[in-house]
């Protein structure tokens, strides 16, 4: 018998596993861990090295990501309202340069350099 993703991230992470690694390994075997990876803006080798407890990176913001993306996870942004967090995260990490395109990424630059979540480490 084949080993899923939730079995091989239950083996890795062991008893202590995280509810939301528990979510994601489902959410691999739901669609496919490449489309995960794509949603969240990551590639399929970052989804592996998480389910599998070996991502050296931020695990935090991985979380943030997955918990917008697939628990619709909001924070209360100051200049949009309601936004969800892997959003917030976009709109954070957009907000080391300003890209002034359009009035929204120069509104986005001023409210997010400014909001007590960006602690400047977003990429």
Partial sequence: MMET???????????EIPDWIEGLAQACM????????QRMGYSGSLISSVLRNQYPGDMTRVEQV?????????????ALGELAMDR???WR?????L?????QNVMMFRACRSCPLN???DA
């Fill in 5 to 15: 993703a939730l079995d091989r991230a239950r083996r890795c992470w062991g008893a």
């Fill in 30 to 37: 739901s669609s496919s861990q490449n489309r995960v990876a």
């Fill in 66 to 78: 997955y918990r917008g993306a697939f628990e619709r996870a909001v924070v209360d942004c100051p």
């Fill in 88 to 90: 917030c995260r976009f």
């Fill in 93 to 97: 990490s957009k907000s080391r340069k």
């Fill in 99 to 103: 890209h002034p395109a359009n009035s």
């Fill in 119 to 121: 602690n400047g480490e």
